[in-house]
């Protein structure tokens, strides 16, 4: 019964994020209302808001694994490899990945209604204040570094910076109307540059496991 329940929560979850994606990408972020997601949704105001406290909500809420993937990059990886490869690993697999940040796809969508949308840039960027905080932590505790040492906020804006400027050419790319393969064939070798240049500084922090 309790499989039931959940798998019936997580329809209408899904059901609303859907709704909201087609009625932000018909007509951009600020000029839909929770009301007519909620209709389109079959569900009640009170529904969405159950689900989602803010209506920013309904856009960021896939963007919530982010920060276990940033805690797994750090304490997961095997034995052997660094952050800093780590982080290249993580930016070979997106490369591996790009179609899902093609325009129309709903990863596409989202960062396209962030760049559209005030609301939603402060909130990406108080997001990406709380990656910086999450991963610094992280450096820390495995350098045991004292509190008010700078150095592993310093290295996680590197690595965060790196992972957004991947990103961003990847978007540019695709937004100038190259295909998904071909981006990522151009991309790949932009990912090495990038994090070569950076393992002649950052290579042993923290220390390798």
Known sequence: ????????????????????GDLFAARGF????????ADAA?????????????KEDLVFSRFDERENELIAAVRGRP?????????????????????????????GRAFALIEQSPVLARRWHQLRNH???????ELAAEAGAEADDPLPTAVAAALLGAERAVRRAAAMR??????????????RPQ?????????TGLAGYPAER
């Open 191 to 199: 990912i090495d540059r990038i994090y070569d240049r950076l393992a």
């Open 42 to 54: 079959g569900v009640s105001k009170k529904t969405v808001f159950n689900y989602f406290p803010a």
């Open 131 to 137: 990656y910086l905080e999450v991963l610094a932590g």
């Open 79 to 107: 034995p052997g490899r660094s952050v800093l490869e780590s982080f290249r690993a993580s930016s070979l697999t997106y490369c591996d990945r790009l179609a899902d940040a093609a325009p129309g796809t709903e990863r």
């Open 30 to 37: 600020e000029d839909v209302t929770v009301e007519e997601v």
């Open 1 to 20: 019964m309790t499989g039931l329940r959940e798998q019936k929560k997580r329809q209408v979850r899904d059901d609303i994020l859907t709704a909201a």
């Open 174 to 187: 695709l937004r100038a109307g190259a295909g998904p393969t071909a981006a990522a064939a151009w991309l």
